[in-house]
Structures are given as C-alpha cells and as structure tokens.
C-alpha cells in the first residue's frame, strides 16, 4: 500500500512540475557561444619593401629585397639635376640599392660580383638629367669599378685596375687588385664632363668619366685606403688629390 502512494506521488509531481526546469537535470547546462565572425586574411605581399610606422620617429624600415649584409653607410644624394627628390644609394655585399627617401622603396638593385666598398654620386652625364653613380666593390675576378646610370642601375662602363704582382709558381704577373675609394675629379680630359679617381691596393687611377679610359696612375708604398679632394694649391687650374696610405704618410 506503501509502495503504490509512493508511485502516485512522483506521477503527481512530474506532472506538477515544468519539463523546463527539469531538463539541465537529465542532459546538464548547456553554454551557448556567440557565432564566430569571419574574418578576411590580410594580402602578404614578398614583394612588400618597407612598413609606414611613426613610433619613435621611424617613417619607415626597409624589409624586403636588400640582399646581402650593408657593406657601405647609406649615401643621400639628390636623383635629379633638379633636386627635386631625395633618395638613398645603399652598397651590400652583393650590389647596390637606390631607396626613395619619402617611402623607403626600393627603385632599383644592381648586383655585382663582390661587397661594394665606396659609392659616389655624380652629374648627369647621360643627358637624362639623372644623375649616375659611381662604385668600387672588392672582387679580383671581374671588373670593380663602375659607373651606373641612376635612371635604372644599367651599367655605363667599367674598369679593372691591374699590378704586377709577385704569384707563388708564377712569377710577377698581371693581378685585379681590390678598390678601395672612390672621388670625383675635376675635368681633367677637358670633354665637357667630370672625371673619377679611385685607390686600388696602393696605387690610384685617375678615369675619363666619360668612357673609363685610364688616364693617369700614382703608386704609393702602401695601401692607399682613402683619398679627398683638395683646392687647387699648385695653381695650375684642377683641384688637387690627398691620398692616404697604410703607412701613415699623406
């Protein structure tokens, strides 16, 4: 008799009682999570070149399509004859890159086969009213030193300075030596257009801007690692050269 009133009260309450509140008892609570938002992936470009960013006074950093480790300071120099946009000229173990100052992009990279070790830039020389770019790197095999248009990096011409020098089972032989700096002469050919000198090992060469051709050499006893151009102190109308050498003469 027991047994049946019991029976009859759980009918009663599960009859009585909302199915609702009995549900997260059979089945647990359920967390409903608010629908996911798709989101749309942000382009990669590899061709990207540089990041706008104004932290700490950062316009921008160069990220992309410098190759090699930086072997020269960054060189600032005016593109035009005009002077009319900036840019940075920037050696690096494999060539050279020219860099718009204003965005950090790259215009135009030219390889050489060794680290650029000077850059110079000089007048137009091409009619173009861009003005070129000279360059020495430190390859033995290939010709280096080179003047570049600053239009697109092509190569206008280039020169391969040579010493006698003394090779173990060869003998005194022609050798490339390495060159080291890199200046802009007065017009000492008298073509209407600059002209370069370069120190190589420890000797220098004086170039015709116009062809490359040599047209004077100085050897010194020593490395000859830098040079700078000088007022005209012997009056004979062209500015003079100051070499520096490993020995410490000047």
């Known amino acids: 008799m027991v047994g049946s009133l019991k029976k009859l009260l759980l009918i009663l309450l599960l009859f009585i009682t909302p199915f609702s509140s009995l549900l997260p008892r059979i089945i647990g609570t359920v967390t409903v999570s608010p629908p996911a938002i798709a989101r749309k992936a ?3 470009s590899p061709f990207e070149q540089s990041l706008p960013s104004t932290e700490g006074g950062v316009l921008w950093e160069s990220i992309h399509e410098l190759s090699g480790d930086i072997t020269t300071p960054p060189v600032v120099a005016y593109l035009t004859s005009a002077e009319d946009e900036q840019v940075v000229f920037l050696g690096t173990e494999v060539g050279l890159a020219l860099i718009a100052v204003s965005t950090g992009e790259i215009s135009w990279f030219h390889n050489t086969p060794g680290a650029v ?13 861009v003005n070129e770019v000279f360059l020495t790197h430190d390859s033995q095999l290939f010709n280096n030193t080179e003047l570049l248009s600053g239009l697109d990096g092509s190569l206008l011409w280039s020169f391969r300075p040579t010493q006698n020098c003394w090779v173990d ?8 030596t390495k060159s080291w700096s890199s200046l802009v002469l007065d017009d000492i050919s008298s ?11 420890n ?13 004077w050499s100085y050897f010194a006893s020593d490395d000859l690692w830098s040079s700078a ?7 004979d109308g062209f500015s003079d050269v100051a070499l520096g ?6």
């Open 245 to 250: 050498s490993q020995d410490g003469y000047l």
């Open 169 to 176: 089972g060869l003998g005194y032989t022609s050798q490339e």
């Open 42 to 44: 942000q382009p990669f």
């Open 191 to 201: 073509d209407g257009q600059p002209d370069f000198l370069i120190t190589s090992y």
């Open 117 to 129: 070790l000077s850059i110079t830039v000089v007048s137009d020389l091409t009619g173009d009213s």
């Open 229 to 235: 151009l000088l007022d005209d102190i012997d009056n």
């Open 203 to 215: 000797a220098a060469f004086a170039l015709e801007g116009s062809t490359g051709k040599l047209l």
